[in-house]
């Protein structure tokens, strides 16, 4: 599993929307994101590049951290 850092969530509703942005990246699966550590965990079924995963992080309106 491989996790990243979110910033900007606050609500259950944030999760939802992040997990679902984590989740239609190509090659991602089984995303689960936690609210109070910010944190998402996700697995990769193949190479993923990490400006992809931020840009669908963006889209849903959060910030990767660090």
């Known amino acids: 599993m491989k996790s990243i850092k979110i ?3 606050s609500c259950q509703h944030c999760v ?3 997990t679902k942005a ?3 990246v190509d090659g991602i699966k089984n995303v689960q994101v936690d609210l109070k550590t910010g944190e ?3 697995e990769e079924v193949k190479p993923v ?3 992809a995963i931020a840009a669908a992080v963006k ?3 959060f910030e990767v951290d660090g």
């Open 22 to 24: 984590l989740g239609a």
């Open 59 to 61: 889209k849903a309106g």
């Open 16 to 18: 939802m929307a992040a």
């Open 49 to 51: 590049d990490a400006s």
């Open 40 to 42: 998402a965990t996700y």
């Open 7 to 9: 910033k900007g969530m």
